[in-house]
Structure formats: C-alpha cells, structure tokens
T-cell receptor
Framework: DAGVTQSPTHLIKTRGQQVTLRCSPK?????VSWYQQALGQGPQFIFQ???????QRGNFPDRFSGHQFPNYSSELNVNALLLGDSALYLC???????????FGPGTRLLVL | GQNIDQPTEMTATEGAIVQINCTYQ??????LFWYQQHAGEAPTFLSY????GLEEKGRFSSFLSRSKGYSYLLLKELQMKDSASYLC????????????FGPGTRLSVLP
C-alpha cells in the first residue's frame, strides 16, 4: 500500500518563474491538503482539495493555485516566484470527515 | 483564531525521559495532534488526543487538558533516533480537516 507520494523531490527555480508540484494521495484517501514549511518553522496551511474543488484556503496569495484530478491526485502551482517562496512543500492526504492526515516526503523548492 | 506555543529546542540524554509541552488557544476544539519530523523528511503521525488524560503508545505518551489548553508529549527511554522536531497541531476549525501547527520543538538526544 503506497503512502503519499510527491514529485519532484527537489527543484531550483529563479524569481518570476512558475512551478508545478504534484501529489498522489494514500490509497483510499480522497482529500489533499498542501502546506508550506519554511526552514525551522511548522507547516503553514495553503489549501485543501476535495471532489476536485478547493474547499479551504489559508493566508496565501492568488499566486498559489491548485487542482485535483478525478483520481484524487493534486497539483500545486505557484506563479511569479519570489525568493520567499523557497521552502519545503508538503502534501497531506486524508479521508473526508476524518481528522488524521498523512504527509508525503515533500518537495524542496529553492528560488534563486 | 488559533495560536500554538512550544519550546523551540530541548536537549536530553540517551535513556532518559523528556516532556515536550504545548499550549494552545483555539476558538473551538477538535483534538490535538503530535507529529514527529526528522530533518528533511515529512511529518509522521504520533498521536491524537480529543479527551482529557494520558494516551500511551509504547515509549511515547501524550497528555491533554482541554480546560488548561495544554498538552505534552512524553518520550521514555530516549534513543538517538528520537532526535527530531516534534510538532503540535490542532484543526483549524470545526471541520477538522486542516491543521494549525506550532513552531515545532527540536529535540537533540545526546549519548
């Protein structure tokens, strides 16, 4: 039973570029949440997808957008990258209505 | 809104016991989670408390007092592999599906 997977594991971009990160949830899970974790800090909630719609959103600008596909996998897109977007991006999956979330290994994004 | 506070760093000796505290302020309450995160890796689920009291799971135990807005994670018989960050988290709202995380407590276990 595969856990949550994310790709790529590492990514280097320059300011102004756009990036797409991908996540496949744990088998049997239908809800995907995305978090940003800066070095030395706890994860910050970006948004959550369920039934292919954004259900909840944290305090992140519109440069951050996402998508969920019929197979429950999800993408996180960040436009017009800033240096401050450098972080570990975590995907977490869960079953709608149950609290426990399971995290993927993350994508480490470096913006130069 | 929610606010969570944890000590930033702690150090303990192999074989010892350590208690990591977490205080929280929430508009509602739907339980409290503890996650372990090794450097450069994803957080892994440790425990979930929704009722007051102590939940024991092997070497790890978690305690909750809802009236005091307080929880702790107790690690016994510390091993070197327990060196990690320990994150306290509460659901953002009554929907319970997403978390507000504390800053994490970085635990260093020394030989």
């Amino acid at each position: 039973d595969a856990g949550v997977t994310q790709s790529p594991t590492h990514l280097i971009k320059t300011r102004g570029q756009q990036v797409t990160l991908r996540c496949s949830p744990k088998s049997g899970h239908d809800t995907v949440s995305w978090y940003q974790q800066a070095l030395g800090q706890g994860p910050q909630f970006i948004f959550q997808y369920y039934e292919e719609e954004e259900r909840q959103r944290g305090n992140f600008p519109d440069r951050f957008s996402g998508h969920q596909f019929p197979n429950y996998s999800s993408e996180l897109n960040v436009n017009a990258l800033l240096l401050g977007d450098s972080a570990l991006y975590l995907c977490a999956s869960s079953v709608q209505g149950l609290e426990t979330q399971y995290f993927g290994p993350g994508t480490r994004l470096l913006v130069l | 809104g929610q606010n969570i506070d944890q000590p930033t760093e702690m150090t303990a000796t192999e074989g010892a016991i350590v208690q990591i505290n977490c205080t929280y302020q929430t508009s509602g309450f739907n339980g409290l989670f503890w996650y372990q995160q090794h450097a450069g890796e994803a957080p892994t689920f440790l425990s979930y408390n929704v009722l007051d009291g102590l939940e024991e799971k092997g070497r790890f135990s978690s305690f909750l007092s809802r009236s005091k807005g307080y929880s702790y994670l107790l690690l016994k018989e510390l091993q070197m592999k327990d060196s990690a960050s320990y994150l306290c988290a509460v659901p953002r709202d009554n929907y319970g599906q997403n978390f507000v995380f504390g800053p994490g407590t970085r635990l260093s276990v020394l030989p």
